[in-house]
């Protein structure tokens, strides 16, 4: 059964960058559309990033040009490289499998604060 957990979540000025991992175990990745999450205190749940086992990205418009996700099916991981963060950019960051499908897999997440 797959399982994600992430790591390099922090805290952060406005403007610096973090890059987040998300390591793979217990089944490849390599067929699979990979996803980074956020969720900010009790909002909902949201995409902030995709990327298909084609290796095509999608983003959402807020974070377009300062954030890129990538992959590496045989090291099994998936990174969000962030840079220019910003306050509005804090919650916890969740990496994903499948998206919201009925077999999705999430990790635990890891937190990202960003203070002006």
């Known amino acids: 059964q797959l399982r994600l957990v992430e790591s390099g979540g922090g805290s952060v000025h406005a403007g610096e960058s973090l890059k987040l991992s998300c390591a793979a175990s217990g089944g490849t990745i390599s067929n699979r559309v990979m996803a980074w999450y956020r969720q900010a205190g009790e909002s909902q749940r949201e995409i902030v990033a995709g990327?298909?086992?084609?290796?095509?990205?999608n983003y959402r418009d807020s974070v377009r040009d300062r954030f890129t996700i990538s992959r590496d099916n045989t090291e099994n991981m998936v990174y969000l490289q962030m840079t220019d963060l910003k306050p509005e950019d804090t919650g916890v960051y969740y990496c994903?499998?499948?998206?919201?499908?009925?077999?999705?897999?999430w990790g635990q997440g890891t937190q990202v604060t960003v203070s002006s």
């Open positions: 990327i298909g086992a084609e290796f095509s990205t």
């Open positions: 994903n499998a499948g998206y919201t499908s009925a077999s999705a897999v």
